[in-house]
Protein backbone atom coordinates (compact mmCIF):
# COMPACT_ATOMS: atom_id res chain seq x y z
CA UNK A 1 0.00 0.00 0.00
CA UNK A 2 1.21 3.68 -0.15
CA UNK A 3 3.52 4.75 2.38
CA UNK A 4 5.05 8.00 3.32
CA UNK A 5 8.05 7.39 5.58
CA UNK A 6 9.69 10.70 6.87
CA UNK A 7 13.26 10.62 8.76
CA UNK A 8 13.62 11.35 12.81
CA UNK A 9 13.59 14.09 15.10
CA UNK A 10 16.50 16.34 14.69
CA UNK A 11 17.61 18.85 17.22
CA UNK A 12 19.97 21.94 15.60
CA UNK A 13 21.50 25.14 16.51
CA UNK A 14 20.52 28.57 15.27
CA UNK A 15 22.64 28.80 12.17
CA UNK A 16 22.64 25.23 11.26
CA UNK A 17 20.95 23.07 8.46
CA UNK A 18 19.05 20.18 8.47
CA UNK A 19 17.43 17.81 5.89
CA UNK A 20 14.35 15.72 6.61
CA UNK A 21 13.57 12.68 3.65
CA UNK A 22 10.07 11.25 2.68
CA UNK A 23 10.70 8.03 1.45
CA UNK A 24 7.71 6.93 -0.60
CA UNK A 25 6.45 3.20 -1.32
CA UNK A 26 3.76 1.37 -3.12
CA UNK A 27 2.91 4.12 -6.08
CA UNK A 28 4.58 5.26 -9.09
CA UNK A 29 7.32 7.98 -7.52
CA UNK A 30 6.85 10.24 -10.59
CA UNK A 31 2.58 10.22 -10.76
CA UNK A 32 2.22 12.35 -7.61
CA UNK A 33 3.54 15.73 -6.50
CA UNK A 34 5.03 15.80 -3.03
CA UNK A 35 3.78 19.29 -1.03
CA UNK A 36 5.78 20.07 2.36
CA UNK A 37 3.56 21.04 5.23
CA UNK A 38 4.69 22.78 8.66
CA UNK A 39 2.87 22.59 11.62
CA UNK A 40 4.76 25.01 14.92
CA UNK A 41 3.33 23.94 18.34
CA UNK A 42 -0.11 24.44 19.22
CA UNK A 43 -0.62 25.62 15.63
CA UNK A 44 -2.22 25.03 12.21
CA UNK A 45 -1.38 23.70 9.06
CA UNK A 46 0.98 26.08 7.03
CA UNK A 47 1.51 25.03 2.99
CA UNK A 48 4.97 25.50 2.51
CA UNK A 49 4.91 24.14 -1.89
CA UNK A 50 5.20 21.22 -3.70
CA UNK A 51 7.87 19.79 -6.37
CA UNK A 52 7.46 18.30 -9.30
CA UNK A 53 8.28 14.36 -9.63
CA UNK A 54 8.91 14.61 -13.21
CA UNK A 55 11.19 17.73 -13.79
CA UNK A 56 12.59 18.22 -9.94
CA UNK A 57 10.99 21.69 -10.26
CA UNK A 58 9.94 23.44 -6.53
CA UNK A 59 7.41 25.33 -6.04
CA UNK A 60 7.76 27.43 -2.63
CA UNK A 61 5.00 29.41 -0.78
CA UNK A 62 6.14 33.03 -0.40
CA UNK A 63 6.72 32.38 3.39
CA UNK A 64 8.85 29.83 2.56
CA UNK A 65 11.17 31.27 -0.33
CA UNK A 66 14.62 31.60 0.45
CA UNK A 67 15.67 29.43 3.53
CA UNK A 68 13.97 26.41 2.47
CA UNK A 69 15.33 23.73 -0.67
CA UNK A 70 12.95 20.91 -1.66
CA UNK A 71 14.70 17.75 -3.63
CA UNK A 72 14.17 14.29 -5.19
CA UNK A 73 15.76 11.67 -5.96
CA UNK A 74 13.76 9.95 -8.45
CA UNK A 75 16.07 6.36 -8.14
CA UNK A 76 14.79 5.95 -4.73
CA UNK A 77 11.56 7.54 -4.44
CA UNK A 78 12.49 9.86 -1.84
CA UNK A 79 11.78 13.51 -1.61
CA UNK A 80 13.81 15.70 0.40
CA UNK A 81 13.37 19.29 2.51
CA UNK A 82 16.30 21.16 3.78
CA UNK A 83 16.17 24.35 5.59
CA UNK A 84 19.27 26.34 6.22
CA UNK A 85 20.14 29.05 8.63
CA UNK A 86 17.71 27.61 11.02
CA UNK A 87 15.90 29.70 13.65
CA UNK A 88 14.21 29.15 16.98
CA UNK A 89 10.69 29.94 14.97
CA UNK A 90 11.77 26.82 12.68
CA UNK A 91 10.78 24.47 15.86
CA UNK A 92 7.56 22.15 14.38
CA UNK A 93 6.85 19.03 12.70
CA UNK A 94 7.11 19.01 8.87
CA UNK A 95 5.45 16.94 6.73
CA UNK A 96 5.62 15.58 3.76
CA UNK A 97 2.08 14.68 1.75
CA UNK A 98 1.58 13.16 -1.56
CA UNK A 99 -1.02 15.46 -3.53
CA UNK A 100 -3.40 13.16 -5.55
CA UNK A 101 -4.70 16.79 -7.75
CA UNK A 102 -4.57 20.33 -6.15
CA UNK A 103 -4.91 19.98 -2.35
CA UNK A 104 -6.23 16.37 -2.64
CA UNK A 105 -3.59 15.43 -0.13
CA UNK A 106 -4.38 11.90 0.20
CA UNK A 107 -1.37 10.39 1.61
CA UNK A 108 0.67 12.03 4.68
CA UNK A 109 4.37 11.24 6.21
CA UNK A 110 4.20 10.58 9.71
CA UNK A 111 6.14 13.87 10.68
CA UNK A 112 9.43 14.48 11.54
CA UNK A 113 10.01 17.44 14.26
CA UNK A 114 12.61 19.55 13.98
CA UNK A 115 13.72 21.75 16.98
CA UNK A 116 15.82 24.62 16.94
CA UNK A 117 17.15 25.79 20.03
CA UNK A 118 20.75 26.65 21.35
CA UNK B 1 -3.90 34.67 10.50
CA UNK B 2 -5.18 32.08 8.83
CA UNK B 3 -6.55 32.67 5.45
CA UNK B 4 -9.56 30.41 5.43
CA UNK B 5 -11.74 30.97 8.52
CA UNK B 6 -13.20 28.32 11.02
CA UNK B 7 -14.45 28.46 14.36
CA UNK B 8 -11.81 27.80 17.06
CA UNK B 9 -13.41 24.61 18.41
CA UNK B 10 -17.39 22.81 18.48
CA UNK B 11 -18.44 20.40 20.86
CA UNK B 12 -21.55 18.03 20.63
CA UNK B 13 -22.96 14.76 22.84
CA UNK B 14 -22.20 11.28 21.25
CA UNK B 15 -24.70 10.27 18.89
CA UNK B 16 -25.76 14.13 18.27
CA UNK B 17 -24.46 15.88 14.96
CA UNK B 18 -22.24 18.42 14.24
CA UNK B 19 -21.05 20.79 11.43
CA UNK B 20 -17.75 22.78 11.10
CA UNK B 21 -17.53 26.05 9.02
CA UNK B 22 -14.84 27.10 6.37
CA UNK B 23 -15.03 30.65 4.98
CA UNK B 24 -12.92 32.29 2.37
CA UNK B 25 -13.18 34.16 -0.95
CA UNK B 26 -13.56 34.13 -4.36
CA UNK B 27 -9.91 33.43 -4.37
CA UNK B 28 -10.09 30.48 -2.87
CA UNK B 29 -12.66 28.66 -2.14
CA UNK B 30 -14.94 30.14 -4.57
CA UNK B 31 -12.96 29.20 -7.31
CA UNK B 32 -11.24 25.87 -6.49
CA UNK B 33 -12.39 22.11 -4.77
CA UNK B 34 -12.12 21.79 -0.80
CA UNK B 35 -11.00 19.55 1.46
CA UNK B 36 -11.05 18.25 4.74
CA UNK B 37 -8.54 16.68 6.99
CA UNK B 38 -8.60 14.89 10.49
CA UNK B 39 -6.01 15.11 12.75
CA UNK B 40 -6.29 13.04 15.83
CA UNK B 41 -3.36 13.95 18.82
CA UNK B 42 -0.15 12.90 17.90
CA UNK B 43 -1.11 12.00 14.33
CA UNK B 44 -0.34 13.35 11.02
CA UNK B 45 -3.74 14.75 9.01
CA UNK B 46 -5.95 12.30 7.41
CA UNK B 47 -7.75 13.51 4.12
CA UNK B 48 -11.73 13.31 5.41
CA UNK B 49 -13.19 15.13 2.42
CA UNK B 50 -12.28 15.98 -1.13
CA UNK B 51 -13.23 18.05 -4.26
CA UNK B 52 -15.93 19.57 -1.68
CA UNK B 53 -18.50 16.58 -1.30
CA UNK B 54 -16.42 13.28 -1.63
CA UNK B 55 -15.02 10.44 0.82
CA UNK B 56 -11.96 8.56 0.14
CA UNK B 57 -12.09 4.82 0.23
CA UNK B 58 -12.39 4.00 3.98
CA UNK B 59 -14.23 6.97 4.91
CA UNK B 60 -17.30 6.70 6.60
CA UNK B 61 -20.51 8.03 5.29
CA UNK B 62 -21.27 9.60 8.43
CA UNK B 63 -18.72 12.55 7.35
CA UNK B 64 -19.98 14.22 4.48
CA UNK B 65 -18.52 17.64 2.58
CA UNK B 66 -20.44 20.69 0.81
CA UNK B 67 -20.11 24.13 -0.83
CA UNK B 68 -21.87 27.36 -1.04
CA UNK B 69 -20.42 29.97 -3.09
CA UNK B 70 -17.11 31.38 -0.98
CA UNK B 71 -18.00 29.14 2.18
CA UNK B 72 -18.00 25.32 2.85
CA UNK B 73 -18.97 23.14 5.69
CA UNK B 74 -17.84 19.69 7.05
CA UNK B 75 -20.65 17.89 8.89
CA UNK B 76 -20.51 14.58 10.89
CA UNK B 77 -23.37 12.33 11.87
CA UNK B 78 -23.56 9.79 15.13
CA UNK B 79 -20.83 11.43 17.26
CA UNK B 80 -18.09 8.86 18.50
CA UNK B 81 -15.69 9.68 21.24
CA UNK B 82 -13.08 8.52 18.82
CA UNK B 83 -14.22 11.93 16.17
CA UNK B 84 -12.38 13.71 18.71
CA UNK B 85 -9.68 15.63 16.94
CA UNK B 86 -8.95 18.70 14.80
CA UNK B 87 -10.35 19.48 11.60
CA UNK B 88 -9.12 21.57 9.01
CA UNK B 89 -10.70 22.72 5.82
CA UNK B 90 -7.94 23.36 2.45
CA UNK B 91 -8.05 24.66 -0.97
CA UNK B 92 -6.20 26.40 -3.76
CA UNK B 93 -5.91 30.33 -3.76
CA UNK B 94 -5.39 31.97 -7.02
CA UNK B 95 -4.70 35.17 -5.57
CA UNK B 96 -1.10 36.95 -6.47
CA UNK B 97 0.67 34.01 -3.54
CA UNK B 98 -1.07 31.62 -4.83
CA UNK B 99 -1.06 28.57 -3.31
CA UNK B 100 -2.45 26.28 -0.90
CA UNK B 101 -4.33 27.34 2.35
CA UNK B 102 -5.74 26.11 5.49
CA UNK B 103 -8.21 27.20 8.05
CA UNK B 104 -6.96 27.75 11.47
CA UNK B 105 -8.32 24.39 12.68
CA UNK B 106 -11.46 23.87 14.61
CA UNK B 107 -11.30 21.29 17.80
CA UNK B 108 -13.92 18.81 17.81
CA UNK B 109 -14.69 17.78 21.61
CA UNK B 110 -17.33 15.38 22.03
CA UNK B 111 -18.82 15.65 25.28
Known amino acids: QVQLVQSGSELRSPGASVKVSCKTY????????INWLRQAPGQGLEWMGW????????TYAQDFAGRFVFSLDTSVATAYLQINNLRTEDTAVYYCARDALVIRFDNWGQGTLVTVAS | QSVLTQPPSVSAAPGQRVTISCSGSTSNIGNSYVSWYQQLPGTAPKLLIY???KRPSGIPDRFSGSKSGTSATLGITGLQPGDEADYYCGTWDTSLTAGGVFGGGTKLTVL
Open chain 2, 51 to 53: DND
Open chain 1, 51 to 58: INPNTGNP
Open chain 1, 26 to 33: GYTFTIYS
